[in-house]
Structure formats: C-alpha cells, structure tokens
T-cell receptor
Framework: QKEVEQDPGPLSVPEGAIVSLNCTYSNSAFQYFMWYRQYSRKGPELLMY????GNKEDGRFTAQVDKSSKYISLFIRDSQPSDSATYLCAMRTGGFKTIFGAGTRLFVKA | GAVVSQHPSRVICKSGTSVKIECRSL??????MFWYRQFPKQSLMLMAT?????????EQGVEKDKFLINHASLTLSTLTVTSAHPEDSSFYIC??????????????FGPGTRLTVL
C-alpha cells in the first residue's frame, strides 16, 4: 500500500464547476499537508499549505484536512480553463521528507 | 519571493556524457535543497536531500556515484548525472526549503530540467 493514494484521473469538468480533489494516506504521523499545481513540463507550484486538521481558504481554493479519516481534499470553485493542470497532494511529518501523491490531471472545458 | 531557478531547462546529450544541472534560490537562502525525478504522468520521486556544506543524503535505490550532488552555498545546488544513459532520461526538479520567517515551512520548486539521453 502506498503511503499516499491519489486518483490520477483524468477529471474533466465544464467551466464554472466546483472541483473536488482528494487524497488518502496511511501514516498518522503526517502533520503538514500541501497541494501543488503542476502545468505540463513545469515545476510544481505551491497552492495550499495546512498544518494539522481543519480548513483553509484562499480565493477560489479551499483545502480540508481530516486527520481522523486520513483524508485531505482540495476544492476549486468557479473552475476556469486556466485551472487545467495536474494537482499533487503532498504531506510530511515534522521532518523535511515530503511524500507526494501521484497527481490528478484536471481538464476544465470552456 | 521564494523563487527557485534551474539551468538548463532542457538538455540533450549523447550516451556516456555527463550533464550538470544547477538549482538556485534567487531571493532567499536555502538551508536544504531537494532533487526529484519525475517520469511522464507519474509523481515526483525524491532522489536526495542536500544541506549546505555537507554530503547529500540519498534515497534508497539512488546511485550516489551516478547522481553527484553538490550544495556549495546557501543559494546553489548542482546535480551531475555522470555517464548518462537513455534510461536516465527524465524530468529533474529541484526544490529549496527556507526556515526563515515569512516563508511557509515547505518547499519551493524550480521549473525543472528535461534531460534526454540519446
């Protein structure tokens, strides 16, 4: 079993839809949870960063962490074609080593 | 802030040659830098962690003698792929971490280097 599971998709939605991306994990020691966006042939870009459980909102993006269920989510409201990318969840314990999910490819159709 | 650059962005080389990739933190000092490898449609696989002035820590299965990492300063780390072969063709991405106030305690990624070995 992988430490972090993420459905690779692809996920295709119409413009304006609410997108829900999810990851599950097995290591209860994870404390820091991140979401990165990666465009084709580019490096990942940090979108959201959360410590421990709870919700965090930034513009159209909301990140949720449920440590009791070992489940994290990223919601994108009013999705735009420019949101089309691969979204990687990532998490780590107190150290620096970060474990990444496989990434979900998202396509937002105009 | 928190900009990381990589050079070159793309390199094509012949089998058997060595290739050096540079990773620079442009507007902050990075105490720790990471090197990742990413195959098409796959996630990032950590290759090694390097701290300024000390030897890199390699992940299991990564050949130290093949992937030479030097972290000579707080703003520069280099990855040298020695005697490259076609199976080394991949997308190499570095990231940098800074514990300074004002930065989230996480990693900032460079744009990546596409290596193609013929």
């Amino acid at each position: 079993q992988k430490e972090v599971e993420q459905d690779p998709g692809p996920l295709s939605v119409p413009e304006g839809a609410i997108v829900s991306l999810n990851c599950t994990y097995s290591n209860s020691a994870f404390q820091y949870f991140m979401w990165y966006r990666q465009y084709s042939r580019k490096g990942p870009e940090l979108l959201m960063y959360t410590y421990s459980s709870g919700n965090k909102e930034d513009g159209r993006f909301t990140a949720q962490v449920d440590k009791s269920s070992k489940y994290i989510s990223l919601f994108i409201r009013d999705s735009q074609p420019s949101d089309s990318a691969t979204y990687l969840c990532a998490m780590r314990t107190g150290g620096f080593k970060t474990i990444f999910g496989a990434g979900t490819r998202l396509f937002v159709k105009a | 802030g928190a900009v990381v650059s990589q050079h070159p962005s793309r390199v094509i080389c012949k089998s058997g040659t060595s290739v050096k990739i540079e990773c620079r933190s442009l507007d902050f000092q990075a105490t720790t830098m990471f090197w990742y490898r990413q195959f098409p449609k796959q996630s990032l696989m950590l290759m090694a962690t390097s701290n300024e002035g000390s030897k890199a820590t390699y992940e299991q299965g990564v050949e130290k003698d093949k992937f030479l990492i030097n972290h000579a300063s707080l703003t520069l780390s280099t990855l040298t792929v020695t005697s490259a072969h076609p199976e080394d063709s991949s997308f190499y991405i570095c990231s940098a971490h800074s514990p300074l106030a004002g930065f989230t305690d996480t990693q900032y990624f460079g744009p990546g280097t596409r290596l193609t070995v013929l």
